[in-house]
């Protein structure tokens, strides 16, 4: 079953990437400058968020290692 569908995913994707045809854009500086701001405001929201939650994780984590023990 996972062959089957790993076998669909590529032939997909291998079809995908015969239809696609050459786009005349233009990026400016400016796109990749947004495009780097938005990852590194993702790193620092996700690192602020681990920061305020640690010690829940920390004490969730703790107390199930805790109660496992305790049932010798």
């Not at 990026?27 to 010690?55: C, E, N, R």
């Not at 107390?63 to 496992?68: H, P, S």
Request: glycine share 10%.
């Amino acid at each position: 079953m996972q062959q089957k569908s790993l076998v669909i995913l590529l032939l997909s994707l291998f079809s995908v990437g015969l239809l696609v045809t050459p786009a005349s854009a233009y990026l400016d500086p400016g796109t990749a400058s947004i495009l780097f701001q938005m990852m590194i405001a993702t790193v620092l929201g996700v690192g602020f968020a681990v920061k305020i939650y640690w010690m829940k994780i920390k004490n969730y984590f703790g107390k199930k290692a805790r109660g496992e023990g305790d049932s010798e």
